[in-house]
């Protein structure tokens, strides 16, 4: 019998070369109508959601702030402030930023800067100027990511754990829903639910460590789906590969708070980043002063 196109995506090299030279993606693996998971894609039975020890937390929830609650905006930086400590994850809604594709890669800028601005009054940090805004914010990057129906979606996972290495992720996803949190406490997953029109904000490692770990960085992860295809467009929001970054001296001078990152050059961190398979929060340990 001669080989089939699905029988040659067993072989590790043609896999490669179908998705990843000729630039096919998994969507081109979706549309060439494969009936199994080739075995590259099987993720070991640990990282799998159906295990004990990835349980779904279904009763917790990342905090869903309003940002019109103009009449207080203390409660709503109080808010914001607080899920950035906590959670490292949260949604906000009536945010001002259209949600279809090229107005909101636009208008997502003034956004940015309101969410940056309250979280850096809270670290003392009064005034974002020039050096402040381009290492905060100098780069942005935006993806689009396609998941598609996924054959043994319970053997593998669309994308693996990791954290961010941007300073803000803004992320617009569809309804199928599918992208989780890791709990405080380690042991457990929470499901981020689509809600029409919201935006999820999550803190990146680049942010963690000017907050010198005040603002979380959270391990998160996306769920392959047997029946429904996924979109999301995250917008990273970084400081520019050449920026050096380290705890902002406001963080430490406000209480002789001793540094626990030292400084690194941006573009050496997202290279570590790359260098590796994605592996929940062990990049941050680059930056880490032991
Ligand atoms: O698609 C998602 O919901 C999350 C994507 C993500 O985590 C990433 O691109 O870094
Ligand atoms: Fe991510």
Redesign the pocket.
């Known amino acids: 019998m001669a080989p089939t196109r699905s029988m040659m995506m067993d072989s590790p090299s043609d896999l490669n070369e179908f998705v990843m030279i000729q630039g096919n993606g998994v969507k081109g693996l979706y549309e060439m109508g494969l009936k199994t998971l080739p075995k590259q894609y099987i993720h070991p039975l640990e990282e799998r959601m159906s295990m004990m020890t990835n349980k779904v937390v279904p009763q917790e929830s990342i905090p869903i702030i309003d940002m019109s609650n103009n009449n207080n905006n203390c409660d709503v930086e109080d808010a914001i402030c607080y899920a950035a400590e906590k959670w490292g994850f949260f949604q906000v809604i009536n945010h001002g930023v259209p949600t279809q594709a090229l107005e909101y890669m636009k208008k997502s800028e003034a956004l940015i800067k309101r969410l940056l601005n309250i979280l850096m009054k809270r670290l003392n940090v009064k005034e974002i100027d020039e050096i402040k805004e381009a290492v905060l914010m100098g780069s942005k990057r935006i993806?689009l990511?396609y998941?598609p129906v996924c054959p043994n979606h319970d053997l593998t996972v669309?994308?693996g754990r990791?954290s961010?290495v941007s300073t803000l992720?803004i992320?617009l996803?569809d309804q199928t829903g599918?992208?989780f949190v890791r709990t405080e406490d380690r042991c457990g997953w929470i499901h981020?639910p689509p809600i029409p029109g919201a935006l999820?904000i999550n803190i990146g490692d680049a942010l963690q460590i000017m907050s010198n770990g005040r603002y979380k960085s959270i391990e998160?992860r996306?769920t392959a789906n047997g029946s429904k295809t996924?979109v999301?467009v995250?917008i990273f929001v970084n400081p520019r590969p050449s920026d050096v970054i380290g705890p902002f001296l406001e963080v430490l001078a406000s209480d002789g708070e001793k540094a626990k990152y030292k400084n690194v050059l941006y573009s050496d961190y997202v290279k570590h980043f790359f260098r590796k398979a994605h592996d929940g929060k062990m990049t941050i340990e680059y930056a880490k002063i032991t």
């Open positions: 993806n990511n998941y669309a994308i990791h961010d992720t992320l996803q599918g992208l981020v999820v998160h996306v996924r999301s995250p």
